[in-house]
């Protein structure tokens, strides 16, 4: 797992009108999510945290390569 050994802090609020809760990551633009349960929304931001951690991870590797002369894809 990409966040294993990470804190992240995930601010949630309750909408009262779909009673799901909302949230985001602290310092990842557009990383927010929502779930039933605050446990359905802390996995679902989980997911969404590794999935911006292998695109940067990517975008990364990419900006070395291209110094190399080398270029990666995403293999999804």
Same mark, same amino acid.
């Given at each position: 797992? $990409? @966040?294993?050994?990470?804190a992240?802090?995930? &601010?949630a609020k %309750?909408? &009262? ?5 909302i949230?985001? *990551?602290?310092?990842?633009p557009?990383?927010?999510s =929502?779930?039933?349960?605050l446990?359905?929304? #802390?996995?679902?931001? %989980?997911? *969404? /945290?590794e999935? $911006?951690?292998e695109e $940067?991870? $990517? #975008? @990364?590797r +990419?900006a /070395?390569a =291209?110094l #190399?002369?080398?270029t990666?894809? +995403? &293999? +999804?």
């Amino acid at each position: 797992m $990409l @966040t294993a050994g990470y804190a992240y802090a995930l &601010p949630a609020k %309750r909408d &009262p009108d779909t009673k799901f809760y909302i949230g985001y *990551v602290l310092g990842f633009p557009g990383a927010h999510s =929502q779930g039933e349960t605050l446990d359905e929304l #802390q996995e679902n931001l %989980r997911e *969404v /945290i590794e999935m $911006l951690l292998e695109e $940067l991870s $990517l #975008q @990364t590797r +990419n900006a /070395i390569a =291209q110094l #190399q002369g080398t270029t990666f894809t +995403n &293999p +999804n």
